[in-house]
């Protein structure tokens, strides 16, 4: 069990302490961190244990029982580990598992044998889900450094199953994408096959070959960019190829030197790595055939350099734990741009459409008292009243279902399957019927996802209302609330159609808040 620690200052003793548990394909990852009262994150405590998840799922399409029980083994130190620093509320412990635990067939087994044995609640990350938190943790390092902060940066992380990339420009996401081409599986799928391992450089380079073109193909049009490395594997060759044991933010390494180090791990056996490096077995496996995908990636866009960065996966899982402005500032801005293109490609009414979400927006903060829901779903009313007719592309009848359709089927940076769903049903309600146990998407929801829905639709049905005419007549308003009503005071002189389509339009406000809403000129 690898781990690092650091000793918690005495006046900061009373400040929040969270984990965060990283369940990969080649090992199960911990890091401790503690939150000071200016909200600056102090890592305290770092931990590694090698587990073999990659090599029964991308082989077999399954965990094995023993697997499951060497995971429960770690799972259940880390617990212990968690006691010792007394952290045990939910809300200050995350686990999240990768591609390893996402795509086998038992994976539901898994996760409630891991719940029954140790307690805790593992969410298996999506790509996208990947992709947002990858952004956060990568975004301290971009604006620190002027000069990547101005400039097209390509950030990856060739992880045992999957590589995902990442194109930040000036600090605006231009595209995100998860390829299923991992280290791990590429070569336990040689080994499935019974080929022989002198044909995994030959392979690897022709399927990293595949990836860069098909990466090139979405963005054409690179000027000068920068290719950031993420991962474990990376920074071994690092630190392997510096003669100092300092460890750095942001490393260079030269391409010819990090390519020649690469076919040096290539030629040896997983036996001899673990000899010579003292790494363990699921790590050896990887470590060759990603070192030499980086190579290739960094090769394929005409680089000399590239650079190294010690942000990992859990730095961005705690900055959204702790960070109330992740799902709002930080993030916010990303998803809504990506979802302009979505509705510009579907020909929607921008002006009409971008001021119904802000009335959205300003309902969602005057009603929070009756609501009660956080700025996470706040985000999920924007983006829905934002592409609420896109339907219309399709049909303009029953385009509310088009609608669901479309976003449901669309990808948004950094939003899970779960959140894109909540999306397409918020807007699906936006009018016709109200939300019914029998309809597609709403009944695999639970209890409290499904009252959700309501409140957001009912809350977009009445932005809808106030912009009825199109005409973009009212900006503000101000909610008076009474037991049994709620009244909008807004200021303008004329009202009436928008009184009339509240009137029919609250009906689901009604039914769901328990409160009849008026509007009144102010």
């Known amino acids: 069990m690898k781990q690092d620690q650091k000793p918690i200052p005495e006046e900061e003793s009373a400040n929040r302490l969270v984990a965060v548990i990283d369940i990969g394909a080649t090992s199960i990852r911990m890091a401790i961190s503690q939150i000071d009262q200016r909200g600056v994150i102090h890592n305290l405590e770092s931990l590694s244990q090698a587990v073999s998840l990659g090599k029964d799922c991308f082989i077999l399409g399954r965990i094995e029982s023993e697997t499951i029980e060497e995971c429960v083994r770690v799972l259940k130190i880390y617990r212990t580990k968690l006691d010792e620093f007394g952290i045990s509320e939910p809300g200050d412990i995350q686990v999240v598992a990768t591609s390893a635990v996402r795509e086998s067939r038992n994976r539901l087994l898994f ?42 940066n390509v950030i990856c992380e060739i992880g045992g199953g999957s590589t995902e990339m990442l194109v930040v420009e000036s600090g605006n996401v231009l595209f995100s994408e998860t390829f299923r081409l991992g280290s791990l599986r590429l070569r336990k799928s040689l080994e499935a096959i019974s080929g022989p391992m002198s044909e995994l450089p030959n392979i690897m380079k022709e399927q ?17 960019p920068q290719f950031i490395g993420m991962g474990g594997d990376l920074r071994f060759a690092a630190a392997q190829m510096y ?26 056996s997983p036996d001899e790595l673990v000899n010579q490096y003292s790494v363990s077995l699921p790590e050896a496996e990887s470590l060759g055939p990603s070192l030499l995908a980086y190579a290739q990636l960094v090769k394929a866009l005409r680089l000399d350099s590239f650079h190294v960065s010690n942000t990992n996966l859990r730095d961005g899982l705690v900055r959204e734990m702790i960070l109330p402005e992740v799902w709002g500032k930080e993030f916010r801005e990303q998803v809504i741009r990506y979802s302009l293109n979505l509705g510009r490609m579907y020909k929607f009414d921008e002006v009409y459409s971008t001021h119904v979400a802000d009335l ?61 769903l909540l999306v397409s049903l918020v807007a699906r309600y936006h009018r016709r019927a109200h939300p019914q146990p029998s309809h ?3 009944t695999s929801l639970d209890r409290v996802d499904r009252i959700t829905v309501s409140k957001l639709a009912a809350l977009l ?20 609330i009474g037991s049994e009503w709620i009244q909008l005071r807004i200021p303008s002189t004329e009202l009436s159609l928008e009184k009339l389509a509240i009137q ?19």
């Open 111 to 152: 996760l409630d044998r891991v719940f029954i044995a140790t307690g805790f609640e593992v969410e298996p990350f999506d790509e996208a889900e990947l992709h947002r938190v990858t952004f956060l943790g990568i975004q301290p390092l971009l604006r620190q450094r002027e000069d990547l902060a101005n400039s097209t």
């Open 208 to 224: 990293v070959r595949q990836m860069a073109n098909r990466f090139k193909r979405s963005i054409p049009k690179l000027k000068n």
């Open 243 to 268: 003669s100092d044991d300092q460890e750095s933010e942001l490393r260079e390494l030269k391409i010819g030197e990090f390519e020649e180090f690469a076919n040096s791990i290539v030629a040896k």
């Open 360 to 420: 959205s927006h300003a309902l969602f903060r005057e009603l929070h008292s009756e609501h009660g829901l956080d700025r996470k779903h706040e985000l999920i009313l924007y983006l829905a009243a934002l592409l609420h007719e896109i339907g219309q592309f399709v049909n303009q009848r029953g385009y509310h279902k088009h609608t669901l359709y479309l976003i449901r089927n669309s990808d948004f940076f950094g939003l899970g399957q779960k959140d894109i």
């Open 440 to 442: 597609d998407g709403y």
């Open 461 to 480: 049905r009445i932005a809808i209302s106030l912009n009825v005419t199109r005409q973009q007549k009212v900006s503000e308003m101000q909610a008076e």
């Open 504 to 522: 029919s339009a609250g009906t689901l406000f009604n039914e769901t808040f328990g409160k009849r809403i008026t509007i009144t000129e102010a």
